[in-house]
């Protein structure tokens, strides 16, 4: 178990630049998910993905965010045309789906923080 | 939807002492899992430990335990023989179950200071 693995740790870009996140989630986990976190808040939804399907997304998710999860593997969450207030950490997180009631718990990355100028 | 509320901005006790951390949450669902996460500076969100909604019984892990009490739907945190590492961000969360993302919901976080 490698866990969960984001690049970058940090990124720094002016506004109105795209910027692109990877997550890497553990190798067997099926399920994976978009947070963003802002300074002294807890972690919000963003969106999630069952293997390669993206299933459901926030209304925080605006038309200048869009993620991907190509063949169920690694995912990239792109951000078009930065605003300042899109100056966050952006946390992944991935779980193993069993069936039924009960899932495994989510394991997260220790995030890519995005600053803008 | 659902709402989850740490009242205790921030919280601070010495090394060795008993401390508990406030979580009320607001749901109109009958299944659900109730979890803290903590959050050490800079390091990455670890679970703490969870609580299925349906079991009466406590859940506990060594030094941490919960008090779950559904009908107030306040779920708090006690850390027991606090210790330096335990210094962090904790985070209560809410995790609707049955269909859908099951997506976690998290209050607004209480920063923990453990003093030697």
């Known amino acids: 178990d490698t866990g969960v693995s984001q690049n970058p740790r940090h990124k720094i870009t002016k506004r109105g630049q795209n910027v692109t996140f990877r997550c890497d989630p553990i190798s067997e986990h099926n399920r994976l998910y978009w947070y963003r976190q802002t300074l002294g808040q807890g972690p919000e939804f963003l969106t999630y993905?069952?293997?390669?399907?993206?299933?459901?997304k926030s209304r925080l998710l605006s038309d200048r965010f869009s993620a991907e999860r190509p063949k169920g593997s690694f995912s990239t969450l792109e951000i078009q045309r930065t605003e300042q207030g899109d100056s966050a950490m952006y946390l992944c997180?991935?779980?193993?789906?069993?069936?039924?009631?009960?899932?495994?718990?989510?394991?997260f990355g220790d995030g890519t923080r995005l600053s803008i100028l | 939807a659902q709402t989850v509320t740490q009242s205790q901005p921030e919280m601070s006790v010495q090394e060795a002492e008993t401390v508990t951390l406030s979580c009320t949450y607001d749901t109109s669902e009958n299944n659900y899992y109730l979890f803290w996460y903590k959050q050490p500076p800079s390091r990455q969100m670890i679970l703490v430990i969870r609580q299925e909604a349906y079991k009466q019984q406590n859940a506990t892990e060594n030094r941490f335990s919960v008090n779950f009490q559904k009908a107030a739907k306040s779920f708090s945190l006690k850390i027991s023989d606090s210790q330096l590492g335990d210094t962090a961000m904790y985070f209560c969360a809410f995790m609707k179950l049955g269909g859908g993302a099951q997506k976690l919901v998290f209050g607004q976080g209480t920063r923990l200071t453990i003093n030697p």
């Open positions: 997180a991935s779980s193993l789906a069993t069936g039924g009631i009960g899932n495994q718990p989510q394991h």
């Open positions: 993905f069952q293997n390669e399907a993206q299933l459901e």
